[in-house]
């Protein structure tokens, strides 16, 4: 069963950091990609960014582009993304997701999701 465990939400001021991670199980990490989306009430879910486990591509969003670094631990089979600047219009759920592949300009399909860990900035 794949398996997608989101964590490190929760609540930062206006300007603040933070770090959210992702651990995948139940599938080949090494073959595939893993993206974040993002969700806002009353809005489209959004992705804002991808790595490549297998060649360590990336993508950023322009929403995101210049505040967002995202990395893979291969040995752990777990992804980062480090969010800075955050601003109130960052608070949103956000979702880790198995992808068939990433690449510079977009991101691939999606094939599992995570169940989403709530980012909120205060201003």
């Known amino acids: 069963e794949v398996q997608l465990e989101e964590s490190g939400g929760g609540l930062v001021q206006d300007g603040g950091s933070l770090t959210l991670s992702c651990a995948a199980s139940?599938?080949?990490?090494?073959?595939?990609?893993i993206g974040w989306f993002r969700q806002a009430p009353g809005e489209d879910r959004e992705g804002v960014s991808c790595?490549?486990?297998?060649?360590?591509?990336?993508y950023y969003a322009d929403s995101v582009k210049g505040r967002i670094t995202i990395a893979s631990d291969n040995a752990k089979n777990t992804v980062f993304v480090r969010m800075d600047s955050l601003k109130p219009e960052d608070t949103a759920v956000y979702y880790c997701?198995?992808?068939?592949?990433?690449?510079?300009?977009?991101?691939?399909?999606?094939?599992?999701w995570g169940q989403g860990t709530l980012v909120t900035v205060s201003s």
């Open positions: 997701a198995q992808l068939q592949y990433c690449d510079h300009n977009r991101i691939g399909s999606v094939l599992a």
């Open positions: 790595i490549s486990s297998r060649d360590g591509t990336t």
């Open positions: 139940g599938f080949a990490y090494d073959k595939y990609a």
